[in-house]
């Protein structure tokens, strides 16, 4: 297996558009999470989704972030509108088991807001 | 919710030397532990895991230590190599509302000096 694969590596947009991040898990892995990155703030847990349903949001800064999971391959986190202070490196990760298991990493997307 | 603290931020040995990075938790009911090493431009990746049935693992020049009573585990790398020069971090996965979110902490910059 390639591994967990994000796309794109790098985003660079302009204050209130939107961004989409995208991620396709190791197949056979049931649960997706999506982290975010920062100097400030480490890495954070934004959502994480078992079997395309998501389980926890709780993570998720404000209403301006929603992440879908429509299919087993296939999960999106959307920005809209982004702001200067999203800007972050957005990871992916998948896993077998759940939480309490090794999480398998995307390389991340790079977002930078101007 | 669980509060993860890690130390130092930064290390810096010669080659050859022994590493150790230091992570102590808040909530008692952590029970997953593992270790993960970022390298440049990439995602974090799985280096080695504890549960809190274990005291100590290793595996090869990599050995983690836990201590539930005083709430504390570490990292330990023997034999230091350049190629182990990387960010680590250390997780802790407590309860929260029956699921288990895990809770980074801010990482250890390991440079190592040929």
């Known amino acids: 297996d390639a591994g967990v694969i994000q796309s794109p590596r790098h985003e660079v947009t302009e204050m209130g558009q939107e961004v989409t991040l995208r991620c396709k898990p190791i197949s056979g892995h049931d649960y997706l999470f999506w982290y975010r990155q920062t100097m400030m703030r480490g890495l954070e847990l934004l959502i994480y989704?078992?079997?395309?349903?998501?389980?926890?949001d709780s993570g998720m800064p404000e209403d301006r972030f929603s992440a879908k999971m429509p299919n087993a391959s296939f999960s999106t986190l959307k920005i809209q509108p982004s702001e200067p202070r999203d800007s972050a490196v957005y990871f992916c990760?998948?896993?077998?088991?759940?939480?309490?298991?090794?999480?398998?990493f995307g390389q991340g997307t790079r977002l930078t807001v101007v | 919710g669980e509060n993860v603290e890690q130390h130092p931020s930064t290390l810096s040995v010669q080659e050859g030397d022994s590493a150790v990075i230091k992570c102590t938790y808040s909530?008692?009911?952590?029970?997953?532990f593992p270790w993960y090493k970022q390298e440049l431009g990439k995602g974090p990746q799985l280096i080695i895991d504890?549960?809190?049935?274990?005291g100590e693992k290793k595996d090869q020049r990599i050995a983690v230590t836990l201590n539930k009573t005083a709430k504390h585990f570490s990292l330990h790398i023997t034999e230091t190599q350049p190629e182990d020069s990387a960010v680590y971090f250390c997780a802790a996965s407590s309860t929260a509302g029956g699921s288990y979110i895990p809770t980074f902490g801010r990482g250890t910059s390991l440079i190592v000096h040929p």
């Open positions: 909530d008692s009911a952590s029970n997953y």
């Open positions: 989704f078992n079997n395309n349903v998501p389980i926890d």
């Open positions: 990760a998948s896993s077998e088991q759940g939480l309490n298991t090794e999480a398998f």
């Open positions: 504890i549960r809190s049935n274990v």
